[in-house]
């Protein structure tokens, strides 16, 4: 078992005007027990 | 056997006795917020002088407009409409508070569901619209010269407590409509006027059928109509409970109207709480 | 002095002065339409007034009516002013904006006159259509007998309601309780002002206060202009007031914004 | 909208936004359906101004969030004082939160994030806010949980955050994963200190020369009204110094800007490099 696990993780917002947004596309990573992850976007 | 059930019996008293606990901190809380944006100065120089006022000022167009039979019909009419200071506007900024701080976030993770917390930090308020009340009844009592009334109505106080209950489930329900929008202010404005006009409060019941209508769901009316039959010796057992009634229906208004705000703002993203 | 530019002659000063006010006051009627503030108190607070008034009486006539209709115009007007230009200021505080303003070229004064210039006239001009709605719907008979009169006592109301907008709006420069300071300043004047409720009905000293406030000289102006013959008297003591509520305000604002800026008090929110 | 990805990630694991498709699991509990053991086992910093009642001192918000996730009450007597004091917000911890400073409220979020000791730790953007010397005391003390095996998701755009905590690095671009790698092979390739930037008058000609190795050449730009330079440093040496002393002879210096290094910074290397 992982402490954190994301598996194709996606997530589209629909804007005010019906437009979508794409936040997030198929993430895909772990983080281990004890383990320190850095991401950043 | 015997061992574990008693084990069990410790772990449930531990786990009651922590709920207990948590709930004394959250209405502590409640009067920490409510003190420090209501210091008792203000409180005393503006908070109080105005209920005073505004029931003076209701009794008095009571008169106005139909004597002295008037002026004490909108007296136990005001006193109930002095609850909605603390029990609507006050009630509904539990919610509106953590919109503007940006804490719902954290009651939504938190181990206790918003609604129970803002009912918790609620009960400074209502206690709070209690003292008012009763500030009122005495101080707008002598200054009209209704203390007759006011004498008569002491014994009745405890339907006072219950309406001011039911009413503060309201405040608390119509804040859940408004935190998506920057409507607040008129939505708790609206609610209090609508109390005001058909709740029997200040025009007899009979009087505009539309007005009656709107007032069955809304708290105070049933509470009202128990005071003044039991005033003339009548029944008012009946009248208590159904204003219980729709206490507990605003309060399961507001639940609902929470989770479904807390679900939708974790579909939509749109944290109607920011 | 008001002014916006001393190196300019007075002539052209007191143009820029109006031009800085008509701006300000339309900024405030667009602020005050995107909020919902105004509808409790233009909207709902008309309805109930009415209605708590005219249900119960007996007396319906025309005559009654007006003197109701008057009175409550008047009473949500006062509303609309203690917390329409009450809260002008208090959003500017609460904004950080005020500060700006003080520091600005154009007087603060200028400004807060401006915005309590707006939300005046906006308010009442939605508490005047209310109130017409729900006469017609009570079908409830008003007279017009001096629509000329009636015309100028309203434009001295919403003079009065800017002017008294500055006196209560400079308290909200030092205290931030202006939300329930200007919320206790509403009944009072209701109450005492001699509007929906005949000041003779008060003990002597009591009585005597409704003579302080401008609005209980339109009341007398207002309601002999809709039936009978116009009371120019009541009109000039009105006139009266509401200038002496302008240059009261005009001074306790400079005199709070000063000491606001001597304290260092402003910025604490 | 730049950095949305990183937000919305954190908001995702903390429960707080449903992921659109794809499953998230925090220690083996799915983050839609066991909603409430996520949130009992978890613990996410946002940071930023809002988030505290803030007419409330920072002891009695610090006690009422612990208090609402789920600490004890014997827990709570005991850690809130330790908080503050990991924290440095001791002295300040009964004043107005509105008194508080940038930096002052950072910590006391971090407060409230480690309070109810989690298991795992979404920590966005950590250190922003907080003074050097603030942000070496948070690394330590965040270094500490990962020897009580607790596991940290940290955004940072410092590239000093990553290179103390991190074991691993993931790269987001516009919401893909565009690089997953160890931290040594991440330091390795894109590892930068600090970035010099010198603005002067006059003119230096050929810079790279007489640079010593570790200090790349990022901008140079000459111009008769001011020119720009701005060096990369791999890390800082004494001959680095010596070097650029012998630079600032020549000219006449405006300013001189040392900053560290920004992960992007490191993350544009290391894409131009990258295989």
Redesign the interface.
Same mark, same amino acid.
Do not use: C, D
């Given at each position: 078992m992982q402490a954190i696990e994301l598996d194709s993780v996606s997530r589209t917002f629909t804007l005010a005007g019906g437009a979508t947004f794409t936040a997030l596309q198929d993430v895909s990573f772990s983080v281990g027990i004890g383990e320190v992850v850095g991401y950043s976007a | 056997m015997a061992a574990s059930t008693s084990t069990e019996a410790t772990l449930a008293g531990v786990r009651r006795a922590e709920r207990l606990w948590r709930s004394r901190q959250i209405i502590r809380f409640g009067f920490l917020q409510y003190l420090s944006a209501?210091p008792p100065a203000?409180v005393l120089?503006?908070?109080w002088? +105005?209920l005073i006022?505004?029931t003076?000022?209701?009794v008095? @167009?009571?008169?106005?407009?139909?004597g002295s039979d008037?002026a004490t019909?909108a007296y136990v009419g005001a006193i109930a409409t002095a609850l909605t200071y603390g029990g609507i506007a006050g009630m509904s900024d539990v919610p509106v508070d953590d919109k503007f701080a940006g804490t719902y976030t954290r009651l939504l993770v938190g181990a206790t569901p918003p609604t129970p917390v803002f009912f918790g930090r609620g009960v400074a308020q209502l206690t709070a619209s209690v003292v008012e009340m009763l500030v009122c009844l005495v101080a707008a009592g002598l200054v009209t010269g209704q203390w007759r009334t006011m004498l008569a109505l002491i014994p009745l106080l405890p339907i006072y407590v219950v309406i001011a209950l039911s009413m503060s489930a309201a405040g608390l329900a119509c804040a859940s409509f408004c935190v998506g929008? +920057?409507?607040e202010?008129?939505?708790y404005?609206?609610l209090t006027?609508l109390v005001? @006009?058909c709740c029997g409060a @200040?025009?007899?019941p009979g009087?505009?059928a539309a007005?009656d209508v709107i007032g069955v769901v809304l708290p105070v009316s049933h509470g009202l109509v128990a005071v003044r039959s039991a005033l003339d010796g009548g029944p008012w057992l009946a009248q208590v409970l159904l204003e219980v009634l729709v206490g507990l229906g605003w309060l399961a208004l507001a639940y609902v109207l929470f989770q479904v705000q807390a679900a939708r703002s974790r579909r939509t993203g749109s944290d109607s709480f920011s | 002095m008001i002014g916006t530019d001393v190196l300019l002659p007075r002539r052209q000063r007191l143009w820029n002065g109006i031009g800085v006010l008509l701006v300000c006051a339309r900024f405030q009627m667009a602020e005050i339409r995107s909020?919902?503030?105004i509808?409790?108190?233009t909207v709902?607070?008309p309805?109930?007034f009415l209605?708590? &008034?005219?249900? !119960?009486?007996?007396d319906r006539s025309a005559a009654a009516g007006t003197r109701v209709a008057v009175g409550v115009a008047l009473s949500v007007s006062w509303a609309a002013t203690a917390w329409g230009a009450a809260s002008v200021l208090r959003r500017e505080r609460a904004m950080g904006t005020l500060a700006r303003a003080l520091a600005g070229l154009v007087d603060a004064r200028l400004i807060a006159l401006g915005k309590g210039l707006g939300a005046a006239m906006l308010s009442n001009v939605w508490a005047l259509a209310t109130l017409a709605v729900t006469l017609i719907a009570l079908q409830q008979p008003v007279s017009f007998a001096h629509p000329g009169a009636l015309l100028v006592g309203y434009v001295v109301l919403i003079a009065s309601g800017s002017a008294i907008g500055l006196l209560i709006g400079s308290v909200f420069v030092v205290t931030r309780?202006g939300a329930?300071?200007s919320?206790?300043l &509403?009944? !009072?004047v209701?109450?005492l002002g001699g509007m929906?409720? !005949?000041s003779n009905?008060f003990p002597p000293p009591l009585s005597w206060l409704s003579a302080l406030i401008s609005l209980r000289w339109l009341q007398e102006f207002l309601v002999t202009s809709a039936v009978g013959s116009p009371n120019y008297l009541a009109l000039e003591v009105a006139v009266l007031l509401t200038v002496a509520y302008a240059v009261g305000g005009i001074w306790l604002f400079g005199r709070i914004a000063q000491k606001a800026r001597r304290n260092g008090s402003l910025d604490l929110? | 909208m730049n950095g949305a990805g990183k937000t919305t990630l954190t908001k995702v694991l903390a429960t707080l936004l449903l992921p659109t498709t794809g499953t998230a699991r925090i220690m083996g509990y799915d983050v839609v359906a066991d909603t409430r053991a996520v949130r009992l086992t978890t613990s996410v910093i946002l940071g930023g101004d809002r988030g505290l009642y803030n007419r409330i001192s920072g002891r009695e918000n610090l006690a009422f969030f612990g208090m609402l996730a789920g600490v004890s009450r014997r827990d709570l007597r005991s850690r809130v004082p330790d908080m503050l004091e990991l924290v440095n917000l001791a002295e300040a911890a009964d004043r107005r939160v509105?008194t508080y400073s940038k930096g002052m409220r950072q910590r006391l979020h971090v407060a409230i994030g480690l309070l109810s000791r989690p298991r795992v730790l979404l920590l966005d953007e950590p250190t922003v806010g907080l003074d050097p010397l603030e942000a070496d005391r948070l690394r330590e003390s965040i270094d500490d949980l990962r020897g009580e095996g607790v596991s940290i998701l940290l955004t940072s755009h410092l590239l000093l955050d990553v290179e103390r905590l991190a074991d691993r690095v993931v790269m987001l671009d516009r919401g893909r994963v565009t690089a997953k790698m160890p931290l040594a092979k991440f330091a390795a390739l894109a590892g930068y200190a600090a970035v010099v930037t010198l603005t002067y008058r006059g003119t230096l000609g050929d810079v790279a020369g007489s640079l010593p190795a570790g200090a790349v050449v990022d901008r140079h730009i000459e111009d008769a009204a001011s020119s720009t330079l701005v060096l990369k440093l791999r890390e800082w040496s004494g001959d680095l110094f010596s070097a650029l002393g012998r630079l600032v002879d020549d000219v006449d210096v405006e300013d001189i800007d040392v900053r560290p290094a920004r992960l992007e910074e490191a993350f544009a290397t290391l894409s131009d490099a990258a295989p």
């Open positions: - | 209501n203000i120089a503006t908070i002088p +105005r006022f505004q003076v000022f209701w008095m @167009l009571g008169y106005v407009a139909a008037g019909f929008k +920057r409507a202010v008129a939505i404005n609206g006027y005001i @006009l @200040l025009i007899p009087t505009l007005l | 909020s919902w503030i509808i409790a108190v709902f607070q309805i109930v209605l708590i &008034t005219l249900l !119960p009486s007996a309780y329930q300071v919320a206790f &509403t009944f !009072p209701i109450l929906l409720i !005949p009905l929110y | 509105e």
